[in-house]
């Protein structure tokens, strides 16, 4: 399964061809320029019928490839005119649950400058 950690997770947004495999993604990653594949942050990749799911990440010594398909359903990829987007690890669960990145009902994130 995937590391339960405090790693930024980022989505390439878009359609990427499910055929491209560690070599390829990293590729894809480091063609981002801003981001480092070594890092050992979570890289997610979705088809274009949004069936698939992988998952790239850089763990100590060696690329792991996580891969997810749906057979009746569709993941909730987001649509956005950026190229990546960077999501939390609850947010993650949520598409890979078949939610929506943003739940409506959930509580708003609270931040406060100073104490009283």
Not at 20 to 45: E, Y
Not at 48 to 58: E, F, H
Not at 97 to 113: E, F, I, M, R, T
């Amino acid at each position: 399964m995937l590391p339960q950690s405090s790693r930024r997770i980022y989505l390439f947004l878009g359609s990427t061809d499910m055929r491209k495999a560690m070599n390829g993604l990293s590729i894809l990653v480091d063609q981002n320029g801003s981001l480092n594949p070594f890092s050992g942050d979570l890289f997610a990749f979705c088809n274009r019928r949004n069936t698939i799911m992988k998952i790239l990440y850089w763990d100590t010594n060696g690329f792991c490839l996580w891969s997810k398909r749906l057979e009746k359903q569709r993941f909730k990829w987001p649509h956005s005119q950026d190229e990546v987007l960077q999501i939390s690890q609850r947010q993650l669960q949520w598409l890979l649950d078949g939610l929506d990145l943003v739940q409506p009902a959930a509580h708003k994130n609270l931040s406060y400058s100073t104490l009283i």
